[in-house]
């Protein structure tokens, strides 16, 4: 029964390829005709391509919205086209499977906000704003800040909620999602009203151009925004910063806390950096917990979004047979919303294989779940398009959780944030006095 609704909607799609009507909206970059080839191979690769695309969701709705988008594409602009098939694949709640790369805009917003506890407020912008760092926003366009990140959201891919809490903002910077979603009149300019230190003001930031890589590593992994300069709070008053963010931008490093008799390790990316492979670093860990008969790790996660889960198998592996730390009470796991894909995995594994106490926040994704995505480009628009590949039941077959809970559970609010606080290892390290 799937396969012929597949068949009659591409059946529909190619006949209907060929009754083209003329563009009715101006200043297309891409006709029709185009932009409904690009949905038609969108489709078929997702079809075609993830082994269980449905899920987490209906295939009749999604067969049925991309028909109604083939309907509309003659009255949309291109901006619009982009942000509805954004939608479609957000549709699946699979975040790797989705829209992705430099080509889904061609013009920037430099701004970054995160979604706090108390509000969403700006964390990283282009050197022209500094000022701007630290304040609540309040609107975005003719939107409060709580509807323009509704709109926002329904088109962010995402495993969870709180994957879309970390991704949606990412958005903000793309000027042709925020036209596309009509939260801005002017195209050239994000308007917002922002709160900082009491006093209610107005920002406008100019879309600009900026060569991004294709993965976006700059909001990723270095917190950063789509500008060649920019400042980030945590670039602010660097010897204030709490240990999570000493060393954002290296993929992972430890400190001994000597007082503590714990070592503290930030793990901010499973891959091999160019100066020092995971393994050999893995080695130097611990030898150094050897030497210095450490009784505690903490292993620091929530910065953490991925990358080859291989490279930490030997991470689990030693804590095993360091049976003085794998006890409960000796061994910490630090996660958040940001903990996500290969970072997952090794979270999932830790939980499975050792006595680790989870402390934080919830994490991106779920135990078990899809990944490893191919990568295909949209024939007209080049717009990249990830479809996962794999399932990875990483825990219990019968584990349908969305997510990893702490057993310690802490929140993060602005002001602790943005007064080089870490509620989290404070609270963690008091506990360990």
């Known amino acids: 029964m799937k396969n012929m609704i597949f068949i009659f909607y591409l059946i529909y799609f190619i006949f209907n390829a060929n009754a083209s009507s003329q563009d009715l909206v101006e200043n297309r970059f891409l006709s029709d005709e185009q932009w409904r080839e690009d949905l038609q191979f969108l489709v078929e690769k997702i079809k075609t391509t993830h082994p269980n695309p449905f899920f987490n969701s209906s295939e009749d709705t999604f067969m049925y919205s991309t028909k109604l988008l083939y309907d509309r594409i003659p009255e949309m602009t291109d901006n619009e086209v982009i942000v509805e098939l954004m939608r479609i694949t957000s549709f699946l709640k699979d975040g790797h499977t989705r829209l992705h790369g430099k080509n889904l805009t061609k013009l920037w917003f430099p701004i970054r906000l995160y979604e706090f506890e108390d509000g969403y407020f700006i964390t990283a912008i282009h050197r022209d704003y500094i000022n701007s760092i630290g304040a609540k926003v309040i609107k975005i366009g003719n939107y409060t800040v709580d ?3 509704e709109l926002i959201k329904k088109i962010t891919p995402h495993d969870n909620e709180y994957s879309l809490s970390y991704t949606a903002p990412m958005y903000l910077t793309m000027q042709s999602v925020i036209n596309g979603l009509n939260i801005i009149i002017d195209s050239n300019y994000l308007n917002l009203i922002i709160e900082k230190e009491g006093k209610i003001s107005e920002l406008d930031i100019p879309a600009i151009e900026f060569d991004s890589d294709s993965d976006l590593m700059w909001y990723w992994m270095f917190e950063s925004v789509p500008a060649n300069e920019s400042i980030r709070f945590t670039d602010i008053e660097k010897e204030k910063l709490p240990l999570v963010y000493k060393n954002i931008d290296k993929f992972y490093w430890f400190e001994y806390l000597k007082e503590l008799e714990t070592v503290y390790f930030c793990f901010n990316l499973c891959v091999d950096s160019e100066n020092e492979k995971y393994s050999e670093f893995n080695s130097k860990l611990w030898e150094f917990i050897d030497k210095n008969n450490v009784k505690r790790l903490i292993i620091d996660l929530r910065n953490n979004i991925g990358g080859n889960n291989q490279i930490v198998l030997p991470l689990v592996y030693d804590i095993i047979r360091h049976v003085d730390i794998n006890i409960k009470g000796n061994l ?7 903990t996500w894909s ?13 006595n680790a106490i989870f ?3 919830p994490t991106a994704s779920a135990p078990n779940h899809y990944a490893d995505p191919n990568r295909f ?3 007209n628009s080049k717009i990249e398009l990830l479809v996962s590949r794999y399932y990875w039941q990483n825990s219990w077959p019968w584990d349908e959780r969305r997510y990893i809970k702490p057993e310690m559970l802490v929140k993060l609010y602005s002001h602790e944030y943005f007064g080089h606080h ?11 006095k």
């Open 422 to 432: 870490d509620p989290i290892l404070e609270l963690l390290l008091n506990k360990l």
């Open 332 to 338: 910490y796991v630090i996660i958040g919303k940001k």
């Open 377 to 379: 480009t949209l024939p």
């Open 359 to 361: 402390v934080g926040e």
């Open 147 to 149: 509807e323009a990140f």
């Open 342 to 354: 290969a970072a997952m995995h090794c979270a999932t594994w830790l939980e499975k294989h050792t």
